[in-house]
């Protein structure tokens, strides 16, 4: 069975500061790696996807993640946050026709 | 597109009532899913179905059950609600084929059992 886990529940940082949400899985087989984001009150929406070839994925609103398949790694990185990136991160894996979700990381961008 | 659907949004529930969460989508898409998601717990699989008349168990699906009988839909039935069931459901759907893998989620159902 495929599992993922995230660090650092709460997130706190200014504005203009660098994120970086780590994301480990754990599964033998292809690997499908999502990014997705919850705006306080809105459902999930897809930040970025890792399918295959480039393990440097770009994404929408600036964010990006780096796929390392030796450290079973898929980070999310954004160089500089604004307010409106104040949310919930999740990072999900695609395995056995199921989607496993990570606890998420709770985000909070102080202007 | 509408794309997935969802309804109710929000919905009270005493305990021992019974209710379906609807959940249609127009994409075609053969992959449905049922996920809760409660805080600090991220999302937790219920139940998942890989085309009509095809459902299988997630993590969670004591306490609920699913149907399939066509491609666009998939309720979610609670037949004797608990408190611990309180929490907010998505409904999602993907194909392979034609979404390259990529999910798509419903807007959530708000869920209070009381």
């Known amino acids: 069975a495929q599992s993922v886990s995230q660090h650092n529940h709460h997130v706190i940082l200014s504005e203009a500061a660098s994120l970086e949400l780590g994301c480990n899985y754990s599964?033998?087989?292809?690997?499908?790696l999502f990014w997705y984001v919850q705006y306080p009150g809105q459902h999930l929406q897809l930040l970025l996807k890792y399918f295959s070839g480039d393990p440097l994925v770009k994404g929408i609103k600036g964010f990006e993640a780096e796929f390392i398949k030796s450290k079973f790694s898929f980070n999310l990185r954004k160089p500089s946050v604004q307010w409106s990136d104040t949310a919930e991160y999740f990072c999900a894996l695609l395995g056995n026709n199921r989607l496993a979700f990570g606890k998420g990381n709770q985000v909070v961008v102080i202007p | 597109n509408a794309g997935v659907t969802q309804t109710p949004k929000f919905r009270i529930l005493k305990i021992g009532q019974s209710m379906t969460l609807q959940c249609t989508q127009d994409m075609n898409h053969n992959y449905m899913y049922w996920y809760r998601q409660d805080p600090g717990m991220g999302l937790k699989l219920i139940y998942y179905s890989v085309g009509a008349g095809i459902t299988d168990k997630g993590e969670v699906p004591n306490g609920y059950n699913v149907s399939r009988s066509t491609t666009e839909d998939f309720p979610l039935r609670l037949e004797l609600a608990a408190p611990s069931q309180t929490s907010v459901y998505f409904c999602a759907s993907s194909d392979p084929g034609s979404s390259g893998n990529t999910i798509y989620f419903g807007e959530g159902s708000w869920l209070t059992v009381v």
């Open positions: 599964y033998g087989g292809t690997v499908n």
